[in-house]
């Protein structure tokens, strides 16, 4: 029996939706425009979800984590992205550059790591991207030689998220020029303190201001062997599941902003009043909410069911993961720039939240691969005959 249904959540469930929401309609929301308008690192989120045991859910409570499904983790980073989509990155990267660890890393790598992270001793960001290799990651140049009982790294990444704020990375490095993608990269924990770590200056952005976007840049660091995740040479296959299951957050992200924009939209059209009458009775405003709301459920639903599929690892989860990502974010792209229409001119100011929310927004057909980079992912698995069918 599907034990994420796509239709209702359990008891459990919305149970934990409800506390976040608690948690970041007090702790966070309250801070996020001026995180956005300061372009800095939200501490009082990163507090809060700290506090809260929801800055890493995913970690499993072996290794002294929350535990939390697939589903839960998506319901947290939902509710975290409708205050303030910069926060929401908190858990969302946590989970991105841990998984590896936890899908590939040995007993010791996740007692230590996972660990650490479950415990608030750092946070875990993921290093693939560099500045030749976006969405052809296999043309990465960052090297790892062995020497020994250790490893050399160099090379550069770029766009890695809250860079410099974490204390852990994964990092994907070439150890087999002739093999590359098919058996020459490796993954490796890379921790702040070592030796030859350095960052670049944060990114100026569009959006998610508050967590910083940065180069990492890696000079000689030699760190020990036993910090490989998984074997030699399975690093690329390693870096493709996790992003199967982390384009489910991308999508609850995604969700998450467009339900806090559609909220807003909706107050504003019921308090607004215009020749004498609220702005909400308008038809052709009514139909323009209508539309908004079907499909940021729509987008939920199809986040939903992924996060069902990553759980329990199905094999259409590459599918799934890519739609959910792709469809949700085109959908907050296009709720948040109808909320910004309903406010009108007010929403084109930074007194009110939805214009930070559409620019927040644009990044979630991006990141994590962009939608046309899904949308090659999806029609290659349906080639396949990969889909199940419903």
Known sequence: MNEFPMYALSEEHQAIREAVRAVADAK???????????????????????????????????????????????????EVAR??????????VNKLGSLPV????????????????????????????????????GGMKTRAVRDGDHWVLDGVKRWITNAGESEFYTVMAVTDDEKKTRGGVSAFVVEKSDEGVSFGAPEKKLGIKGSPTREVYLDKVRIPADRMIGEEGTGFTTAMKTLDHTRVTIAAQAVGVAQGALDHALDYAKGREQFGTSIADFQGLQFMLADMGMKVEAARQMTYAAAGRSERGDDDLTFFGAAAKCFASDVAMEVTVNAVQVLGGYGYTRDYPVERMMRD??????????????????????????????
């Open 83 to 92: 205050a303030c989509v910069s926060s929401s990155l908190i858990p969302a």
């Open 28 to 78: 966070i929301a309250p801070h996020a425009a001026e995180v956005d308008e300061e372009a800095r690192y939200p501490h009082e989120a990163a507090a809060a979800l700290l506090a809260s045991d929801f800055h890493a859910p995913h970690v499993p409570e072996q290794y002294g984590g929350a535990g939390a499904d697939a589903l839960a983790t998506v319901l947290v980073i939902e």
């Open 102 to 137: 936890q899908i590939a890393g040995s007993e010791e790598l996740k007692q230590k790591y996972l660990g650490a992270l479950a415990r608030g001793e750092g946070g875990f960001s993921y290093c693939l991207s560099e500045p030749d290799a976006g969405s052809d990651a």
């Open 361 to 390: 927004a644009k990044i979630t057909q991006i990141y994590e691969g962009t939608n046309q980079v899904q949308r090659i992912v999806m029609a290659r698995q349906l080639l396949a005959g990969v889909q199940s069918e419903l």
